[in-house]
C-alpha cells in the first residue's frame, strides 16, 4: 500500500484511489483493511501538506463498501476537534 504512495509521489500524482486491496479473492478481512488502508492514506495526506486527495473505492460488495464507513468512523471518533471547530 506504501509502495503506491511512493509510485503516486514521483509521478507528481495529486489525486489517487484505493481500492480494497486483496480483500476480493485473497480474503483479506475488509475491515482490517479498511482500517489499514485509512491510516496509510492519512498519514500520506499529512505528509503532502494537504495537497494529496484520498479517495476509497469499493465495488461488487457491500461489505467492503460498510468496511470503509465503519473504520472512517471509528477513526473519526477516536479525533479530538480542532481548535475553533463547532463554533
Excluded at 494529496?52 to 476537534?81: I, Q, T
Aim: aromatic share 8%; charged share 15%; proline share 6%.
Amino acid at each position: 500500500l506504501r509502495r503506491i504512495f511512493v509510485e503516486a509521489a514521483s509521478r507528481g500524482v495529486t489525486s489517487i484511489a484505493l481500492p480494497a486491496i486483496s480483500s476480493g479473492k485473497r480474503n483479506f478481512p475488509p475491515l482490517l483493511n479498511a482500517g489499514l488502508t485509512l491510516a496509510v492514506a492519512a498519514t500520506e495526506v499529512l505528509a503532502s501538506g494537504g495537497a494529496l486527495r484520498v479517495y476509497c473505492v469499493s465495488w461488487g460488495d457491500e461489505n467492503h463498501f460498510d468496511a470503509f464507513v465503519c473504520a472512517k468512523e471509528a477513526a473519526l471518533s477516536r479525533m479530538a476537534p480542532a481548535p475553533g471547530w463547532g463554533a
